[in-house]
C-alpha cells in the first residue's frame, strides 16, 4: 500500500515539473515552483504532502513540528529547535490560550 502511494506522488512530481502552471507555490519560501525539481515532503502537522522547491528541500534546519525545511527566518527556540512561521503563529496561539486559562482560574 504504501509502495502505491509513493509510485503515485512519484507520477505527480513528474507531472508537475513538466507543468509549470499546475505547480503550486512552494510551501516553505511560498514562491512559485517555475524551475528545477519540486519535492513533495510529508507535513507531519497536516498529514499530507507539501510541495517544496529545490532550494528550500536543500535547507539544513527543519521545523520540530511539521518537518518541513525552515528558511533563515523561521523561529530558532532556545533549545535548538526550529518552527516554520505557521507553526510558530500557532504556538504562540497555544500559549496565549495557556496564561488566559492560567488567569482565569
Ligand atoms: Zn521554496
Ligand atoms: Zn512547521
Given at each position: 500500500m504504501r509502495q502505491g502511494l509513493r509510485a503515485v506522488a512519484f507520477w505527480v512530481l513528474l507531472v508537475g515539473a513538466g507543468v509549470p502552471a499546475l505547480a503550486g507555490p512552494c510551501?516553505?519560501?511560498?514562491?512559485?515552483?517555475?524551475?528545477g525539481t519540486i519535492y513533495l515532503m510529508p507535513d507531519k502537522e497536516e498529514d499530507r504532502q507539501k510541495e517544496v522547491c529545490e532550494t528550500c528541500h536543500l535547507l539544513n534546519h527543519q521545523c520540530s513540528l511539521c518537518r518541513l525545511p525552515v528558511t533563515a527566518e523561521a523561529t530558532a527556540l532556545p533549545d535548538g529547535r526550529y518552527l516554520c512561521p505557521r507553526d510558530a503563529q500557532s504556538a504562540v496561539l497555544e500559549a496565549d490560550r495557556a496564561k488566559e486559562l492560567c488567569t482565569d482560574a
Amino acid at each position: 500500500m504504501r509502495q502505491g502511494l509513493r509510485a503515485v506522488a512519484f507520477w505527480v512530481l513528474l507531472v508537475g515539473a513538466g507543468v509549470p502552471a499546475l505547480a503550486g507555490p512552494c510551501a516553505v519560501c511560498g514562491k512559485p515552483i517555475l524551475f528545477g525539481t519540486i519535492y513533495l515532503m510529508p507535513d507531519k502537522e497536516e498529514d499530507r504532502q507539501k510541495e517544496v522547491c529545490e532550494t528550500c528541500h536543500l535547507l539544513n534546519h527543519q521545523c520540530s513540528l511539521c518537518r518541513l525545511p525552515v528558511t533563515a527566518e523561521a523561529t530558532a527556540l532556545p533549545d535548538g529547535r526550529y518552527l516554520c512561521p505557521r507553526d510558530a503563529q500557532s504556538a504562540v496561539l497555544e500559549a496565549d490560550r495557556a496564561k488566559e486559562l492560567c488567569t482565569d482560574a
